[in-house]
């Protein structure tokens, strides 16, 4: 019976132990993300700013997520689905499959904005000439 015990507490101290590691390995893989994350904050803002379709009243969340006291917070969220988390994502997924910069992401968008001044429907019209 000494010997189950035994086992009993080990396995318990095991689990103990595994429960710690998973919080500490989940914190460090936010905190990786996070750092990854930082250098497409000014490309994701950029990307919304030229290519958000919703109306920023009632679709678009963009203008609601701030926090005062930490501003980081909407970019660091845990909220995956917010407005932020989702332009990031996107712009991260475009430099992986194109191999681009953020940098050079960046580069486009600002030409995207200088063509739109000449018209500034130019991403419809482009589109259309897509199809």
């Not at 914190?27 to 109306?55: S, T, W």
């Not at 932020?84 to 580069?107: A, D, G, N, T, Y």
Request: glycine fraction near 4%.
């Amino acid at each position: 019976m000494d010997q189950t015990m035994k086992i009993k507490e080990e396995l318990s101290e095991i689990a103990d132990r595994t429960k710690k590691l998973q919080k500490k390995l989940r914190l460090a893989e936010k905190d990786e993300r996070i750092e990854r994350q930082r250098k497409f904050r000014p490309v994701a803002e950029k990307a919304h700013d030229l290519l958000c379709a919703y109306n920023h009243t009632d679709k678009c969340g963009w203008g609601y997520e701030t926090n005062r006291e930490n501003p980081d917070a909407a970019w660091e969220g845990n909220d995956e689905y917010g407005p932020r988390q989702s332009w990031l994502k996107r712009c991260e997924k475009v430099s992986e499959e194109f191999k681009i910069s953020p940098e050079e992401l960046m580069e486009l968008l600002d030409a995207f904005e200088e063509a739109k001044k000449i018209n500034p429907r130019l991403f419809t019209i482009l589109l259309k000439l897509r199809q």
